[in-house]
């Protein structure tokens, strides 16, 4: 047997929703409470399947972890072990966060090669070649990352993409080495913000958070502390784009606005009112959508994650839209499904061009990662008929409560337990 989200077509959704804390953040946040010794304490956490899957990944290195509701308590050991090469690994890309703290701390790591949402190549080589640069000697082994160091030391270091990955690992391996270290072309994400200020709180001297250079004064130890996780932009975006496809009116609380500037200018441009308010917005559209052209690229600019839903957003608009993905080459998977349901798209290496159509047809589709998920239950309420969306376990891993928020915005949308004919 397998779940799968049965989506009715043609909800308007209206309403409010709540935002909780963010998947990009709370993953790293568990990972650096590996740096200190004693119970760090994480609230407002979302309770996705990715959070149990990293909870197991902590305690195969020793770490006491529980987890209640939206707060993560985690107790990292005097001792504690230094080889994350186990199968729970597998299960998610972020685990490879752990290797930066380990080489930090302990001085040594071997963590086995991360799995996750397949949506292109993702290497190591920027990780890898920070924490040489660091001091420490890395190589890829038997489908692990080895890294093993006398001793880390500051240095400079020049990031040849603004890898968000290779930033955090490399932060965190530098707040417990020797000297400054100033890393340049750093990613900005505010979930890197969120890293630096529970670091900050941890005892370590970092400054620059928030822009392309981060320097890192080393200290000889951190200490636990309480973070609350910054709200989840990304989901935030997502119901932005579900307003704004479905011709509706939703309020969505629990997440910085400034967070979202682009998407939601972007939003403006398709003709949608949107307003903002202290923990959130509103989006507002009448009618339908007019067509925007859109361009992936690291923050501030419009995130990789979303492209989904500019892709479906696009299939329903008025006009013409060009999609460029800069980030991620096998994103455009997501678009096979689209045509699927009717949608008028041909892709050219990494762009797009879509001709909106006034209402997709209903049909079975397949999610390959989190985002292209939810973007295809966004399409379905676009759609006319019932369409099936299967593989939703990749939703639950970014998306807490989907079928019940969208629901609660007035969609028609069930989750079903029943064997997939393809």
């Given at each position: 047997?397998?779940?799968?989200?049965?989506?009715?077509?043609?909800?308007?959704?209206?309403?409010?929703?709540?935002?909780?804390?963010?998947?990009?953040?709370?993953?790293?946040?568990?990972?650096?409470?590996?740096?200190?010794?004693?119970?760090?304490?994480?609230?407002?956490?979302?309770?996705?399947?990715?959070?149990?899957?990293?909870?197991?990944?902590?305690?195969?290195?020793?770490?006491?972890?529980?987890?209640?509701?939206?707060?993560?308590?985690?107790?990292?050991?005097?001792?504690?072990?230094?080889?994350?090469?186990?199968?729970?690994?597998?299960?998610?890309?972020?685990?490879?966060?752990?290797l930066g703290p380990l080489v930090g701390r302990l001085r040594k790591a071997v963590v086995a090669l991360p799995g996750g949402d397949a949506i292109g190549s993702r290497p190591l080589d920027m990780h890898q070649n920070g924490l040489r640069l660091l001091g420490a000697h890395s190589e890829i082994e038997h489908g692990c990352v080895v890294a093993e160091a006398e001793g880390l030391h500051g240095a400079q270091i020049w990031l040849d993409f603004p890898s968000v990955g290779a930033t955090e690992n490399i932060l965190m391996a530098a707040v417990l080495a020797d000297g400054t270290t100033v890393i340049?072309?750093?990613?900005?994400?505010?979930?890197?913000?969120?890293?630096?200020?529970?670091?900050?709180?941890?005892?370590?001297?970092?400054?620059?958070?928030?822009?392309?250079?981060?320097?890192?004064?080393?200290?000889?130890?951190?200490?636990?502390?309480?973070?609350?996780?910054?709200?989840?932009?990304?989901?935030?975006?997502?119901?932005?784009?579900?307003?704004?496809?479905?011709?509706?009116?939703?309020?969505?609380?629990?997440?910085?606005?400034?967070?979202?500037?682009?998407?939601?200018?972007?939003?403006?441009?398709?003709?949608?009112?949107?307003?903002?308010?202290?923990?959130?917005?509103?989006?507002?559209?009448?009618?339908?959508?007019?067509?925007?052209?859109?361009?992936?690229?690291?923050?501030?600019?419009?995130?990789?994650?979303?492209?989904?839903?500019?892709?479906?957003?696009?299939?329903?608009?008025?006009?013409?839209?060009?999609?460029?993905?800069?980030?991620?080459?096998?994103?455009?998977?997501?678009?096979?499904?689209?045509?699927?349901?009717?949608?008028?798209?041909?892709?050219?290496?990494?762009?797009?061009?879509?001709?909106?159509?006034?209402?997709?047809?209903?049909?079975?589709?397949?999610?390959?990662?989190?985002?292209?998920?939810?973007?295809?239950?966004?399409?379905?309420?676009?759609?006319?008929?019932?369409?099936?969306?299967?593989?939703?376990?990749?939703?639950?891993?970014?998306?807490?409560?989907?079928?019940?928020?969208?629901?609660?915005?007035?969609?028609?949308?069930?989750?079903?337990?029943?064997?997939?004919?393809?």
């Amino acid at each position: 047997m397998s779940e799968h989200f049965r989506v009715h077509g043609g909800a308007r959704l209206v309403g409010e929703v709540d935002v909780v804390g963010a998947k990009n953040s709370v993953l790293k946040l568990m990972a650096a409470a590996l740096l200190a010794e004693g119970t760090t304490r994480l609230t407002n956490c979302p309770e996705i399947l990715d959070v149990p899957l990293m909870a197991d990944v902590l305690r195969g290195l020793g770490c006491t972890v529980d987890i209640d509701r939206d707060v993560v308590t985690i107790t990292t050991p005097t001792e504690l072990s230094h080889r994350a090469d186990f199968a729970s690994m597998g299960k998610l890309r972020a685990s490879v966060c752990v290797l930066g703290p380990l080489v930090g701390r302990l001085r040594k790591a071997v963590v086995a090669l991360p799995g996750g949402d397949a949506i292109g190549s993702r290497p190591l080589d920027m990780h890898q070649n920070g924490l040489r640069l660091l001091g420490a000697h890395s190589e890829i082994e038997h489908g692990c990352v080895v890294a093993e160091a006398e001793g880390l030391h500051g240095a400079q270091i020049w990031l040849d993409f603004p890898s968000v990955g290779a930033t955090e690992n490399i932060l965190m391996a530098a707040v417990l080495a020797d000297g400054t270290t100033v890393i340049d072309n750093a990613a900005r994400e505010p979930e890197i913000v969120d890293v630096c200020t529970m670091l900050q709180q941890m005892g370590a001297k970092i400054e620059g958070a928030g822009t392309s250079t981060l320097t890192v004064h080393g200290v000889d130890s951190l200490r636990p502390t309480e973070h609350r996780v910054i709200g989840d932009r990304i989901v935030g975006a997502t119901w932005a784009m579900a307003a704004a496809m479905t011709r509706g009116d939703v309020r969505v609380h629990g997440v910085d606005p400034h967070h979202l500037d682009l998407v939601l200018e972007k939003l403006r441009t398709a003709g949608a009112e949107v307003s903002l308010f202290q923990d959130g917005f509103r989006v507002v559209m009448a009618g339908r959508p007019h067509s925007v052209d859109f361009v992936t690229l690291p923050y501030p600019g419009f995130a990789t994650d979303l492209q989904p839903f500019a892709v479906a957003l696009a299939a329903v608009s008025d006009g013409v839209s060009m999609i460029t993905e800069n980030v991620f080459e096998a994103r455009f998977r997501f678009i096979e499904e689209m045509v699927r349901l009717g949608a008028d798209a041909r892709t050219d290496g990494h762009h797009a061009v879509i001709r909106g159509v006034d209402r997709l047809s209903s049909a079975p589709v397949w999610a390959s990662d989190i985002r292209a998920g939810a973007g295809l239950v966004l399409a379905g309420l676009c759609a006319d008929g019932v369409t099936e969306v299967w593989d939703v376990f990749h939703i639950d891993r970014g998306y807490p409560c989907f079928v019940e928020n969208l629901r609660k915005l007035g969609a028609d949308v069930e989750r079903v337990s029943a064997p997939p004919e393809r």
